[in-house]
């Protein structure tokens, strides 16, 4: 069972734009949900959690989550070069017996290129 | 400055060879997991570590892993007798604030079997 899935992308956007990541899961039970950019090479960096729905913004990013649809979106204003990553998104599924809070399902991830 | 420091940054090691990963934390912390990352695949949990036992593990993290914490700072992973498709990105990650699930990474080991 896939427990998240995403686009693999690539999404390709013009610098300024706005670049809309999608995430859905299969546990309706999910709690907790991130967003997690990763740049070639490099490790995942926390960027975004949300746990309730509705929209949640910080600076530039804004993460939207719809429990009942079990949908979860990462949208990136005025998007950079520097935005140019792999976004993965992931869920905990900590409602689960025997699951720790740390225990996150990723998606396969989305690449992002911002092109100048 | 990253929450926590993982040696060696890249490890290449002939099947069959045991291999030691190292995790490093910069300040006190009870919870700890370790994840993979095969190239071009999903990033996947193996195994949380809390106050010193194994909390929960995957059904990757067979009887070739195990986890310590032998001097109460630094945190390994081993794998026993390294097979071809051990080779991946493997992360030491530890909890950001208690009671969520925010975790943050190391730089991660890059494991090579040949």
């Known amino acids: 069972q896939k427990e998240v899935e995403q686009n693999s992308g690539p999404l390709s956007v013009p610098e300024g734009a706005i670049a809309s990541l999608n995430c859905t899961y299969s546990?309706?039970?999910?709690?907790?949900f991130f967003w997690y950019r990763q740049y070639s090479g490099k490790s995942p960096e926390l960027i975004m959690s949300?746990?309730?729905?509705g929209d949640k913004e910080d600076g530039r990013f804004t993460a939207q989550l719809n429990k009942a649809s079990q949908y979860v979106s990462l949208l990136i204003r005025d998007s950079q070069p520097s935005d140019s990553a792999t976004y993965l998104c992931?869920?905990?599924?900590?409602?689960?017996?025997?699951?720790?809070?740390?225990?996150?399902?990723f998606g396969r991830g989305t690449q992002l290129t911002v092109w100048p | 400055e990253p929450e926590v420091t993982q040696t060696p940054s890249h490890q290449v090691t002939q099947m069959g060879q045991e291999v030691i990963l190292r995790c490093v934390p910069i300040s006190n912390h009870l919870y700890f997991y370790w994840y993979r990352q095969i190239l071009g695949q999903k990033v996947e949990f193996l195994v949380s570590f809390y106050n010193n036992e194994i909390s929960e593990k995957s059904e990757i993290f067979d009887d070739q892993f195990s986890v310590e914490r032998p001097d109460g700072s630094n945190f390994t992973l081993k794998i026993r007798s390294t097979k071809l498709e051990d080779s991946a990105m493997y992360f030491c990650a530890r909890q950001h604030v208690a009671n969520t699930g925010e975790l943050f990474f190391g730089e991660g080991s890059r494991l090579t079997v040949l």
């Open positions: 949300i746990y309730s729905n």
């Open positions: 992931a869920v905990n599924l900590a409602h689960r017996r025997g699951s720790t809070l740390g225990r996150l399902y």
């Open positions: 546990d309706r039970g999910s709690q907790s």
